[in-house]
């Protein structure tokens, strides 16, 4: 009779506590693993009580406060993708705009080394034509690197000579320092 008894005191105990602790603590859980898989859009309707009740509210307060931040991402996210296409476009457009002339003196300068100039116009025309390329690498720089920013870049690698760098770098100023006695 005692066996029985306790057999039954058992039986009921694991009752109540399936039906008061493990079901609710099942059904939280699901919530959890569809939050943590980026599914927002479930609160957990409260229907326990004490700290269960508790982590239910506590559930739904995360949700909220996720689905705002997850909203706020949205929208900077939008707004860069927007704000990297605009500037873009712009350089885009522009730079046919500023390549053109850039190109246009880069012949002009060309065409005028092949006349008879004096050594002092040869060094000038010389200076304006490595500033006028120097502009036009600057300008395909600035292009490059939104292009890098809106990831639509290729890598190229190639050799340079380093004597022809150096002497581009330097050029440009040459006159600058002629000019006031360096």
């Given at each position: 009779?005692?066996?029985?008894?306790?057999?039954?005191?058992?039986?009921?105990?694991?009752?109540?506590?399936?039906?008061?602790?493990?079901?609710?603590?099942?059904?939280?859980?699901?919530?959890?693993?569809?939050?943590?898989?980026?599914?927002?859009?479930?609160?957990?309707?409260?229907?326990?009580?004490?700290?269960?009740?508790?982590?239910?509210?506590?559930?739904?307060?995360?949700?909220?406060?996720?689905?705002?931040?997850?909203?706020?991402?949205?929208?900077?996210?939008?707004?860069?993708?927007?704000?990297?296409?605009?500037?873009?476009?712009?350089?885009?457009?522009?730079?046919?705009?500023?390549?053109?002339?850039?190109?246009?003196?880069?012949?002009?300068?060309?065409?005028?080394?092949?006349?008879?100039?004096?050594?002092?116009?040869?060094?000038?025309?010389?200076?304006?034509?490595?500033?006028?390329?120097?502009?036009?690498?600057?300008?395909?720089?600035?292009?490059?690197?939104?292009?890098?920013?809106?990831?639509?870049?290729?890598?190229k690698i190639s050799e340079i000579n380093l004597k022809e760098l150096?002497?581009?770098?330097?050029?440009?100023?040459?006159?600058?320092?002629?000019?006031?006695?360096?």
């Amino acid at each position: 009779l005692f066996i029985i008894i306790a057999s039954s005191l058992a039986l009921t105990i694991s009752i109540i506590v399936e039906k008061r602790l493990s079901k609710p603590i099942a059904r939280i859980l699901r919530f959890f693993r569809a939050a943590s898989k980026g599914n927002f859009s479930t609160n957990i309707s409260p229907i326990s009580k004490g700290n269960l009740g508790e982590i239910e509210q506590e559930f739904n307060s995360l949700i909220s406060s996720l689905q705002i931040l997850n909203s706020e991402l949205i929208i900077s996210r939008t707004y860069a993708e927007y704000t990297t296409f605009s500037k873009t476009q712009f350089i885009s457009n522009i730079s046919r705009e500023i390549r053109t002339p850039l190109n246009n003196i880069a012949g002009v300068v060309d065409t005028l080394k092949t006349t008879s100039l004096s050594e002092m116009q040869k060094r000038n025309f010389s200076i304006i034509e490595t500033s006028t390329f120097s502009l036009i690498d600057t300008f395909n720089e600035i292009v490059e690197f939104l292009k890098i920013e809106s990831g639509t870049s290729i890598l190229k690698i190639s050799e340079i000579n380093l004597k022809e760098l150096v002497l581009s770098i330097a050029s440009p100023y040459y006159f600058s320092a002629e000019h006031k006695g360096v």
